[in-house]
């Protein structure tokens, strides 16, 4: 079956550091992938996507290549801020296989100091 | 689009109680999906909707539970009786297929029910 694993949290850093989640995928075929955020007292909200491999999605600053390779979907942001603590969700969709059912990661916690 | 509408926001009920959830999708989305968030178990899929009609249940703990979409803009999720296990911060999310065959289309997800059950 389709699964989604990503390191577990909570994340801490400094306004301004590097941060990168790490995201691997088993699935059969060839599906989306997508990391999803999740604010304080709020539901999931998309943050990027890709479809194909090679794929790069970004959005506020975020960014993630899909690599088909590794089977991997890493997030990276070069300098994040206060704003960015969150609870973050790496996702996919396997075409035709499922439907339009997402398989979620577990999420991953990240709290930026200031 | 006002966006997924879920209520109520916050319910606070007694062990035995009915507890009826509410979602309204997004306007033109034919996909719905119910999901629930506990921190021990993380975001779990219960059941999930296509033209109104329920795909897949497999994920609906107990028959405690039930949901019904009796059109495209409304769908409830039932939990008779609700015991102090289905605690939990209920989500609802819609989408929709561009086309037969064709790539998926992001889910919406609305703010969330938070369920406490003494």
């Known amino acids: 079956g389709n699964s989604v694993t990503q390191m577990e949290g909570p994340v801490t850093l400094s306004e301004e550091a590097f941060l990168t989640i790490n995201c691997t995928y088993t699935?059969?075929?060839?599906?989306?992938l997508f990391w999803y955020v999740q604010y304080p007292g709020e539901g999931l909200q998309l943050l990027l996507k890709a479809t194909k491999a090679d794929d790069k999605g970004s959005n506020k600053g975020f960014e993630a290549t899909y690599r088909k390779e590794t089977t991997s979907f890493h997030l990276e942001k070069g300098s994040v801020q206060v704003s960015d603590s969150a609870v973050y969700f790496c996702?996919?969709?396997?075409?035709?296989?499922?439907?339009?059912?997402?398989?979620f990661g577990g999420g991953t916690r990240v709290l930026v100091k200031p | 689009d006002a966006g997924v509408i879920q209520s109520p926001r916050h319910e606070v009920t007694e062990m035995g109680q009915e507890v009826t959830l509410r979602c309204k999708p997004i306007?033109?989305?034919?996909?719905l999906f119910w999901y629930r968030q506990t921190m021990m178990r993380g975001l779990e899929l219960l059941i999930y909707?296509?033209?109104?009609?329920?795909?897949?249940d497999s994920g609906m703990p107990e028959d405690r539970f039930s949901a019904k979409m009796p059109n495209a803009s409304f769908s409830t999720l039932k939990i008779q009786p609700s015991e102090p296990r289905d605690s939990a911060v209920y989500f609802c999310?819609?989408?929709?297929?561009?086309?037969?065959?064709?790539?998926?289309?992001?889910?919406?997800f609305g703010p969330g029910t938070r369920l406490t059950v003494l």
């Open positions: 909707f296509n033209n109104n009609v329920p795909i897949d």
């Open positions: 699935a059969t075929g060839y599906p989306s």
């Open positions: 999310a819609s989408s929709f297929r561009r086309s037969r065959g064709g790539g998926i289309d992001t889910q919406y």
């Open positions: 996702a996919l969709s396997a075409l035709k296989a499922a439907g339009n059912k997402l398989t």
């Open positions: 306007s033109g989305h034919d996909y």
